[in-house]
């Protein structure tokens, strides 16, 4: 079996379960590729409503980003929503912004009617500014009540400054619906929620070949296939070549994460929340306090380079005591990387390949909230309950360009980078 990656959430999980990879033939109404949380969650459906279901994880439940992320449980997409609209117009946006309300909802519900303790749910995100920009955050504070009936709180300077003692930080938005978990421990428990109710996972299966062109589907892997009406690809940022369409319509990019060692005293002298905190930068800073205080978990920065860099901690350290000064004597006990997957559009990519062949990919760092209900809306449409995957339409499988769409993305994100630079002075 795989062994998960070296994460502050792999050392403190509550389960270590392993399962047996695929043996053999076996057959299924639905088969899913892929046990991040957008396979989980669309398994977790499936099963529910009776249908059959086999998950294929080519590691092991949760191992990519889905288990390794900053846990933030918010609404919202990569792209901003006055872009959203202004490609597809409001109420198309509007639309949008209210199924990624029900995700983040549907995450905090499946905690409760599932029992997940472990998940470890805490309220509260603030979403920071690092210029003088109160007026635009009053607006988007009035838009979110007007349009969607979602009340946020807007913080002056001062008040943010009570609480995260850094003169980078200006105003900010107080979201109280948001939350922040344990994502590892939020993914296992769904997979075994999905067993519950008669569905298969099989790890170490990563599949490596598909025939996908009858009315029954077939999916191999090293020592077993899968035969099923229906097929959903759900790799995100580690899809691979198997249906080329799917890997060259996105890009697997890096970003990075740390936690301290205990010291809960010198964090709490500079911050004062419990709440999730992450600015407004394109690839900014997240974070939050983990342990009851104890350490702080810190995440920021992206990369199109997918393999971990030597000096990880470094880069990342730099940033936190760049913030805050005062964090300088501590200690970074662990550092790790994930890929997440992102479509040139920055949107989630959702929708139907063909007849039976369903993707659900390209959630752009805003994953516990999009995956939930991207997994949900592919198995309406499986179950013949709605299509609400249609919203998503407009954002197909644009090419990645290549090697030039990977240039192009660090180009840009080093664009971004001396922008908000810039604008901070």
């Not at 080519?58 to 449980?73: L, T």
């Not at 202004?86 to 029992?115: F, N, P, W």
């Not at 209900?373 to 919203?391: Q, T």
């Not at 990645?400 to 993305?409: D, I, R």
Request: glycine letters at 12%; a positive charge.
């Amino acid at each position: 079996m795989p062994n998960y990656p070296d994460t502050f959430y792999a050392r403190t999980a509550a389960t270590t379960q392993e399962r047996a990879p695929l043996q053999g033939r076996v057959e299924a109404d639905c088969c899913i590729v892929g046990g991040g949380l957008a396979g989980l969650t669309c398994a977790h459906e499936l099963a529910r409503a009776g249908r059959s279901v086999v998950l294929l994880e080519a590691q092991a439940v949760g191992w990519g980003a889905s288990g390794r992320n900053g846990g933030f449980v918010g609404t919202g997409y990569a792209r901003s929503h006055a872009s959203i609209a202004g490609a597809i117009g409001e109420a198309g946006a509007d639309a949008l912004h209210a199924l990624s309300i029900e995700g983040m909802e549907m995450v905090r519900q499946t905690i409760e009617e599932l029992g997940i303790a472990s998940a470890e749910p805490l309220p509260g995100k603030l979403g920071v500014v690092r210029y003088d920009s109160g007026d635009a955050l009053e607006r988007s504070r009035d838009r979110l009540a007007r349009q969607h009936g979602y009340e946020v709180e807007f913080w002056p300077t001062e008040r943010v400054r009570a609480v995260l003692r850094s003169p980078k930080y200006h105003q900010a938005l107080y979201d109280p619906h948001c939350f922040h978990i344990h994502p590892l421990n939020y993914a296992r428990a769904l997979a075994a929620a999905v067993e519950a109710g008669g569905g298969r996972i099989f790890e170490a299966s990563r599949a490596v070949g598909t025939e996908l062109s009858g009315a029954e589907k077939r999916v191999a892997t090293a020592s077993g296939e899968v035969r099923a009406r229906h097929v959903v690809f759900a790799g995100g940022g580690y899809t691979d070549r198997l249906v080329p369409k799917l890997r060259a319509s996105q890009l697997p990019i890096a970003t990075y994460v740390l936690t301290t060692e205990e010291a809960p005293e010198t964090i709490a002298s500079v911050i004062r929340t419990r709440a999730a905190i992450s600015d407004d930068r394109r690839a900014g800073d997240y974070y939050r306090l983990v342990e009851g205080g104890r350490r702080l978990l810190w995440g920021g920065r992206i990369t199109t380079r997918t393999s971990e860099p030597r000096d990880l901690a470094a880069l990342l350290r730099r940033t936190m005591i760049s913030t805050y000064p005062e964090l300088a004597p501590l200690r970074v006990e662990l550092a790790w990387s994930g890929l997440m997957s992102y479509a040139r559009h920055l949107m989630p990519q959702i929708g139907e390949l063909q007849p039976g062949v369903w993707y659900c990919q390209g959630f752009g760092g805003h994953g516990l909230n999009t995956t939930a209900i991207g997994g949900r809306v592919v198995a309406e449409a499986l179950l013949g309950r709605g299509r609400r995957h249609e919203l998503f339409a407009p954002f197909g499988l644009v090419w990645n360009g290549g090697p030039f769409g990977t240039f192009a993305v660090q180009g840009t994100y080093w664009g971004y980078q001396l922008m908000d630079w810039w604008r901070e002075r």
